[in-house]
């Protein structure tokens, strides 16, 4: 023991330091090389391309300095922390050529395309060319070659401001008003500076992969998808989804909140209860629009609805089911879920698994004879589905009035495959998702994606007891099958409703923060909590208690007056 302690003794650091890789390769080097350095002599670095790494279980640039030893996993464009910092250095790319070649003009990078890019629009002049276009992207490839760093400094908050103010960025600074910590990270290129909601790569060699292509009054920023990360694929017609986005576009602006800033603006002034009540008007308004629609098509018995994760379907379905009430027309649901087939019968996936999202899941065949017959005006017993034995059993015994309309909800409700039977004029379908437009800035977004994980783990902690963790390890999974199943047919919905609230992460924040906050250091999920207790830091709250009893967000957060609201098999609420 004397011996041991004999041995421990102060001394002058080593010059070099060692970094330790999760397959047990250890890399050495002078102490304060900066990661990217170090992993660049790793042989796979560019296939995928390396764009980040984790240093001690926390996610860091590829500029970051080691000064000690370290536990260090390479993030590429494969992984959800890469493609993001990827997207968000493409972005900052963007926007520097763009003011260098327009300076007259502005540039607002808008919502996603599920191709894999982002919608942009011009903003002080009409939208640019083909010829235009063709020479924006010829300096972005110029500026690529070049191989520019992308400088990361700390500046002073007074500084940042006073240079988008030199810049006529004012939404930049209304948002920069409600920051709270002194400073702020400022990115440089060229003469263009910016801050971003996240990390950059280090120049502009890493950005290879992209492409500019025109739509509709704006041109969409492509880039590579996290399955084939130095592949553009085709670029779809979303024409439905692209309408959706600018209706929503069009509330932001009768509300006059554009950006993040805006809305707290609002939020300071006392105006809360305004925006909560005008939104979740326009919220009602789109409801019964799609209820008339229903109306109108008097051939439609089945009313088919689908939509990703936590959009908020089933309180819609609800007031979808009200709306139509009042409009005379009695709804009859159908719980999908009741037609899976016996849980020995599921398909698997490509890991072996029981795949439960996919379509074979389901007894595709009975339903459409079931729906059939209800429509003939024809008794049915409906199956029951026993998800703890994972056998169909004998459910009700039903009849289908010839004045009701079917309403059948689940995720593949705009899926061709799911009924091809039955005549398309028979069928509604309505595809409900959050469709967040409210971005920080208008080179800053929120991503749809981020508002409906928050919306998640906010109600899987309430209603079933889940950690964030929890949440979040799930989360790659279910986004996994809503790109399988869901995102693939949105376009083939005959209505679509944008379930987000301009309000809802200020009144989210307050909810989410503890349970974020309790994820462990050391978890690969705490990189995740940690970059959306971020983004949630822009948010000033809304109290829960302005949030009407029927609103949609209400599904997440509790209170709903329509949690008991049901619709009995004869037509009855």
């Given at each position: 023991m004397n011996d041991t302690i004999n041995s421990v003794q102060f001394v002058q650091p080593r010059a070099t330091v060692e970094l330790h890789l999760p397959d047990g390769r250890v890399l050495s080097g002078l102490r304060g090389t900066r990661v990217g350095d170090f992993l660049k002599a790793v042989p796979e670095f560019e296939n995928p391309l390396v764009v980040g790494a984790i240093v001690n279980s926390e996610l860091r640039e590829l500029s970051y300095p080691i000064e000690m030893d370290s536990q260090v996993r390479p993030v590429t464009m494969v992984d959800a922390d890469g493609a993001r910092i990827y997207r968000r250095s493409i972005t900052f790319l963007l926007e520097a050529a763009f003011e260098e070649l327009f300076p007259e003009a502005s540039l607002a990078v808008d919502h996603s395309v599920a191709s894999g890019g982002y919608f942009c629009q011009v903003i002080g002049r009409d939208p640019l060319t083909e010829d235009e276009l063709r020479r924006l992207e010829q300096r972005m490839m110029e500026l690529v070659a070049m191989d520019l760093p992308l400088e990361r400094k700390e500046v002073a908050l007074e500084e940042a401001v006073a240079y988008f103010q030199g810049r006529g960025y004012e939404d930049k600074v209304r948002l920069l008003k409600y920051r709270q910590r002194p400073t702020l990270v400022l990115y440089r290129l060229l003469e263009h500076r910016d801050y971003h909601h996240g990390y950059m790569v280090p120049s502009t060699r890493f950005l290879r992969w992209f492409s500019l292509r025109p739509l509709t009054e704006g041109f969409v920023l492509q880039y590579p998808r996290r399955h084939a990360p130095t592949e553009l694929g085709p670029m779809p017609e979303y024409p439905r989804l692209l309408n959706t986005f600018r209706q929503y576009g069009q509330w932001l602006q009768r509300l006059e909140i554009e950006s993040v800033g805006a809305l707290n603006d609002a939020v300071q002034a006392g105006r809360a209860r305004e925006v909560i009540l005008v939104s979740e008007a326009l919220h009602e308004r789109q409801i019964a629009e799609i209820a008339e629609q229903i109306v109108r098509r008097q051939d439609a018995r089945i009313v088919l609805i689908a939509g990703p994760s936590s959009s908020g379907k089933t309180t819609f379905s609800k007031r979808l089911a009200v709306q139509l009430l009042a409009q005379g027309l009695s709804p009859f649901p159908i719980e999908m879920d009741n037609y899976f087939v016996n849980r020995e019968s599921t398909p698997l996936d490509e890991n072996g698994e029981r795949d439960y999202e996919a379509l074979g899941a389901l007894d595709t065949t009975r339903l459409a004879d079931d729906l059939r017959r209800l429509i003939r005006g024809e008794e049915v017993q409906l199956p029951r589905y026993n998800f703890k034995t994972g056998l169909s059993e004998p459910g009700e015994t039903v009849r289908v009035a010839s004045e009701q309309v079917i309403i059948l909800e689940g995720i593949h409700g705009l899926n061709p495959g799911l009924l091809p039977a039955i005549p398309v004029e028979q069928t509604f379908r309505v595809y409900v998702s959050c469709l967040t437009q409210l971005n920080l800035d208008r080179y800053n977004r929120v991503s749809t994606t981020d508002t409906r994980l928050i919306r998640r783990i906010v109600r899987d902690a309430r209603e079933r007891g889940y950690t964030a963790l929890q949440t979040i390890q799930r989360w790659e999974s279910v986004r996994r099958g809503e790109?399988?199943?869901?995102?693939?047919?949105?376009?083939?919905?005959?209505?679509?409703?944008?379930?987000?609230?301009?309000?809802?992460?200020?009144?989210?924040?307050?909810?989410?923060?503890p349970l974020l906050r309790q994820v462990p250091f050391g978890r690969p999920e705490y990189i995740e909590a940690k970059r959306l207790l971020a983004l949630l830091q822009w948010f000033l709250p809304i109290e829960e208690a302005l949030i009407p009893d029927n609103s949609l967000l209400r599904e997440f957060v509790g209170g709903s007056i329509l949690k008991e609201f049901k619709l009995w098999q004869n037509g009855q609420s």
């Open positions: 790109k399988r199943h869901i995102f693939p047919y949105q376009e083939n919905a005959d209505a679509m409703f944008n379930s987000a609230l301009v309000f809802e992460l200020s009144v989210l924040r307050q909810w989410v923060e």
